[in-house]
């Protein structure tokens, strides 16, 4: 959803043109842009078998009730640049959950690199803080040491290109279907991470900081000399 100030907000533009910048920059191996978002999930189960449609419709029909299975939350990374994207589902979504995704992000998706540019939004558990919460503090200097951090504003989590990916995975995976445990889940997104990156579908960003500078001009504070 595009959330957008009605008037003039330093903080907003401060951080929207952090952010454009950051999407602007040359594809550097050492350096990847990766931005990342998290979604809560519903798990749901039958109450019911499902009927199948017939022979040549692989449908099926289901029940109008359910069973609550308990909620997760769905944790998307993606490269835009390199056409790569990952989700894991994972039982909560607090502090420590965060840091042990960025520990695997570090540590195993991205190991090489010198640093790690990250884009997120403002969610409480997404600081630094949290991996002090999760490790020793060597360790949390360690990862600490391998982020550029970059957030979007508040209320303008519509510049995360993450959250197009979950947007996407969520139409094309999760809508109309009831899925009861989180191995399940984990094998859709597995499946969905690997087609989506063979097939190198990604997000073709225009927004730039010029266009922002035009078509948000009311987002900018007037300056009075």
């Known amino acids: 959803m ?9 903080e907003f533009v401060a951080h929207m043109e952090d952010v454009l910048e950051v999407y602007s920059r040359p594809y550097d191996e050492k350096r990847p842009v990766i931005c990342m978002d998290e979604k809560p999930f519903q798990l749901l ?6 009927i199948p449609m017939g022979k040549n419709n692989h449908s099926e029909k289901y029940d ?3 069973v609550r299975k ?4 769905i944790f998307m990374f993606t490269k835009p640049l390199g056409g790569w994207r990952e989700a894991h589902a994972l039982s909560h979504r607090t502090a420590l959950d965060w840091a042990a995704q960025i520990k695997w992000l570090a540590d195993e ?3 090489d690199a010198e640093k790690i540019v990250l ?6 558990t997404h600081t630094t803080a949290s991996l002090y919460k999760a490790f020793q503090p060597e360790e949390a200097f360690r990862l600490s040491q391998r982020l550029e951090i970059h957030y979007t504003p508040k209320h303008g989590s519509w510049l995360d290109i993450a959250e197009i990916e979950l947007s996407a995975l969520t139409v094309q995976c999760l809508l ?9 889940l984990n094998r859709i997104l597995s499946a969905w991470s690997n087609n989506r990156n063979t097939a190198q579908n990604g997000v073709s960003w225009h927004f730039t900081t010029d266009t922002a500078r035009i078509k948000l001009a009311h987002l900018y504070p007037e300056i009075k000399f």
Do not use: F, H
């Not at 595009?2 to 907000?9: E, H, S």
């Not at 884009?119 to 409480?124: E, F, K």
């Open 70 to 73: 308990g909620s997760c939350s």
């Open 109 to 111: 998706a991205y190991a």
């Open 2 to 10: 595009w959330c957008i100030p009605p008037k003039q907000n330093a």
């Open 176 to 184: 109309g279907v009831r899925i009861p445990t989180l191995d399940n």
């Open 64 to 66: 109008c009730e359910y």
């Open 119 to 124: 884009v997120m939004d403002n969610l409480n």
């Open 45 to 50: 189960d039958e109450y019911l078998e499902p």
